[in-house]
């Protein structure tokens, strides 16, 4: 196959921030490739020792171009539950005995039995739930009233568990560790895992504490929900109620805020504020039999992407019966049959890698050998393109 060959500018990736790593080679490796491609042997060594002397500089800062950004294609964040809870980390708040761990446990058993929650698709996978504040006797009540005897093996329970910078994160990658499908743990409550007798509360401490669980959820590429409370002075901004101070949102990837009128009530609002989705506030009921939150209505509409030409022409091409696609980007852009540059189509790809996968189960991979750049496109299956 004739393949295009393009002259690839050096590139330096960033660090990684917020989990959003390069699905690409790593700095050093991709650098010595682009040295080793675009100079004659004998300067390759010197070319190598001043990229080294520079980057071993105290003061040297690692950036990219909005060009070599766009030549990375970064991880994206998949959704747990569409359109409600994404992989990260986020903080979940109510007054005490709002109705919190009851709607911890819906959301734990929705997860790991893959059942549809409020209209909302749900992606199957195994939850660990530290219900510190319970008892395994209160926790079976519980269950069987809400869900009677339909239990499952991917819902994990654990009402002791360390504390943080005591040994919890060791816990916490074991049992990933052992459980890979592992896709949201919920730690109820947060205060329970602060060391005790520790510094005084600060922006820094708090920020330290939900910094160092995102962290950990980042890297494992889950869902961390922090069970928080309340206080009880009223705010201007309802998020501004989190006990504690602003440094525990700061860290978090967004919040979740349940509030009733009244204690007495038996319907409550769901705020939900975060970086990776749209503002909503949900209209919840509570199911007196069953005690579980039921959905009233939401007050917007959720928002969607426009469709992409450009992904559905990719979705024609790559089918279970042909599931794989291999070539350069000019007999990409041929095979398509689009009137678009071949570097322009890759870029394109790179920054909706990750919309191609969730929308249509396709994997897209760019690769760059001596010959040219490469592009692979691959059908998964359902249950791969929702992990």
């Not at 569409?82 to 058993?109: E, H, I, N, R, W």
């Not at 970086?275 to 939401?298: I, T």
């Amino acid at each position: 196959m004739a393949t295009e060959i393009e002259k690839p500018a050096v590139q330096i990736p960033p660090a990684p921030t917020d989990g959003e790593q390069p699905l690409s080679k790593n700095s050093e490796q991709s650098i010595a490739e682009e040295i080793f491609e675009n100079n004659p042997p004998e300067k390759n060594y010197e070319e190598m020792l001043r990229m080294m002397q520079r980057m071993n500089d105290p003061a040297y800062l690692n950036t990219v171009s909005m060009n070599e950004l766009y030549e990375n294609v970064y991880q994206s964040r998949p959704y747990i539950i569409d359109g409600l809870l994404c992989m990260g980390t986020y903080l979940f708040v109510g007054a005490p005995k709002v109705g919190k761990s009851f709607l911890m446990a819906q959301l734990a058993y929705h997860v790991s039995t893959g059942l549809t929650l409020w209209n909302y698709q749900v992606h199957k996978g195994t939850v660990l739930y530290l219900a510190l504040e319970d008892d395994y006797s209160r926790l079976q009540e519980r269950m069987f009233r809400m869900f009677g005897v339909e239990g499952t093996d991917n819902l994990h329970f654990a009402i002791y568990a360390k504390q943080l910078n005591s040994g919890l994160e060791d816990q916490l990658q074991k049992f990933v560790r052992e459980h890979s499908d592992t896709k949201l743990i919920i730690i109820d409550t947060l205060q329970k895992i602060r060391e005790a007798g520790g510094e005084k509360i600060s922006y820094a401490s708090d920020y330290e504490v939900v910094g160092k669980l995102k962290q950990f959820g980042d890297r494992n590429s889950l869902c961390m929900l922090l069970v928080h409370h309340t206080r009880k002075q009223q705010a201007d901004d309802k998020f501004d109620m989190i006990s504690g101070t602003n440094g525990l949102l700061g860290a978090a990837d967004g919040a979740f805020l349940l509030q009733k009128e009244k204690r007495t009530d038996d319907t409550a609002t769901l705020d939900i504020s975060g970086r990776d989705q749209q503002d909503q506030r949900l209209y919840l009921k509570r199911d007196p039999e069953y005690l579980s939150w039921e959905l009233e209505r939401a007050e917007t509409e959720l928002w969607k992407a426009p469709p992409d030409p450009i992904l559905d022409f990719v979705s024609r091409l790559v089918t279970a019966e042909k599931p794989e696609w291999f070539g350069s980007p000019t007999e990409l852009v041929a095979a398509l049959g689009l009137d678009i540059k071949p570097n322009v189509l890759t870029l394109r790809l790179n920054v909706n890698a990750g919309r191609l996968m969730q929308e249509h189960g396709i994997h897209y991979e760019s690769s760059r050998a001596h010959s040219g750049r490469f592009i692979r496109l691959t059908l998964v299956s359902s249950e791969a393109c929702r992990s």
